[in-house]
């Protein structure tokens, strides 16, 4: 966030809390236009007017300093995350329930055996599979097809999460800082 996206930001807080800022001498605003700009630098002006105005929508009474906005913007991006493991929950649902179809991978029956010297019944064998393709799957977030590897990854991911649900999304969460970096080097 660069210095006039700071001051916006100010005259936001000056419009949500009218009567504190009026208080603030021309120092003190200047003092806190600089804290801001500075504390922020790294934040998008989008991300931070976002969590001022959620911290305001609290029902807060009392001017917001920076560690306020923080704990905000740390909430929406924790909410950001839920969102996304919602996301490779769902394409967890959609590779294993989609359209069911059973793929014949031996038709099994009469064959001879080297290893009995005789004709031993195999027993047939097959797979279930759904059509959700490997196409899906790359439509899916990066950072998603990196956890899950690959169409199989995403199935083996629906034991885990019709096993435990807050344990693997607590397992994804734990993994997601290790993935970002990964999908940046990719991209």
Known sequence: MNRKETAAIMDRLSRLYLIQMKKLTREEKTAMLETWADQFKNDSYQTVLDAVNIYASKGKSFLPGPPDIIAEILRLEERKD???????????????????????????????????????????????????????????????????????????????????????????????????KSAEALT
């Open 82 to 180: 839920f969102h996304l493991f919602a996301d490779l929950a769902n394409a967890v649902k959609a590779a294993t329930e989609g359209q069911r179809r059973i793929v014949i991978v031996d038709p099994g029956g009469y064959r001879w055996s080297e290893e009995h010297q005789r004709e031993v019944y195999y027993h047939p064998e097959c797979q279930y599979t759904t059509g959700y393709t490997a196409a899906d799957f790359a439509e899916l977030p990066i950072i998603l097809q990196i956890y899950a590897e690959d169409v199989d990854g995403l199935r083996a991911l629906k034991r885990e999460i019709d096993s435990d649900y807050s344990r693997a999304r607590r397992r994804f969460m734990d993994a997601l800082p290790y993935l970002r």
